[in-house]
């Protein structure tokens, strides 16, 4: 059976069907928006650092999934008392050394910050996966902890400056103590 159409109704049916073509590029530009806006929300400066080294914010938006989910299955836990006091007493030993061996102190600062995370659940592996890793919860500290990282392991023939070393103790210090009072980042999901 053939239907013989008017131009009426063929002219309604095109603007119907351009309707909700418009409809669904606008809700998927508007979810789009939404989901990015919602990574750089997330990850902060490391969205940015994502995006440049994957190329576009799509890639970037995948690999940033990729880590929450990788974080998601870590067995990351809450320290338990005794072993704050000791990363506590430790980080006390540290601080205590800069003024006389500034590069050793945010060396073992540095060392310090990795043996806290290895307490609560995150691998020890390179240096750039525990950052990727980190940066899932604690994205706020991203930038200190790497320049902390890059000054630590830096050779002596390329020595920090004093005041580098100074904004390096004072970046450890905050990721030191943001990382030994934090919640389980489960438990932040349940909250927020």
């Known amino acids: 059976m053939f239907y013989h159409f008017t131009n009426a109704q063929l002219i309604s049916a095109a603007v119907v069907l351009i309707f909700l073509v418009v409809v669904a590029v606008v809700g998927f530009v508007h979810q789009r928006g939404a989901r990015t806006l919602a990574f ?10 994502a ?17 929450e989910s990788r974080v998601e299955a870590l067995k990351i836990r809450d320290l338990g008392a005794n072993e704050r006091e000791r990363f506590a007493v430790e980080w006390q030993t540290v601080q205590s050394r800069f003024v006389d ?11 310090l910050i990795a043996a806290l995370l290895k307490a609560r659940g995150y691998p020890p592996e390179t240096f750039e996966q525990r950052a ?14 790497r320049v902390v990282h890059a000054i630590a392991v830096r050779p002596h023939r390329a020595e920090a400056s004093t005041e580098e070393l100074r904004t390096a103790m004072i970046q450890s210090r905050a990721i030191f103590y943001e990382l030994i009072q934090a919640r389980n980042p489960r438990e932040k999901k349940l909250i927020a």
Not at 101 to 111: F, G, Y
Not at 134 to 145: A, D, F, I
């Open 40 to 49: 750089r929300n997330r990850f902060g400066a490391e969205y940015g650092r």
């Open 51 to 67: 995006v440049l080294q994957h190329g576009s914010s799509q890639r970037a938006e995948a690999k940033l999934a990729d880590r």
């Open 132 to 145: 990727a890793d980190l940066s899932v919860t604690y994205p706020r500290v991203m930038e200190g902890y």
């Open 101 to 111: 061996h500034p590069k050793a102190a945010v060396t073992e600062a540095d060392d």
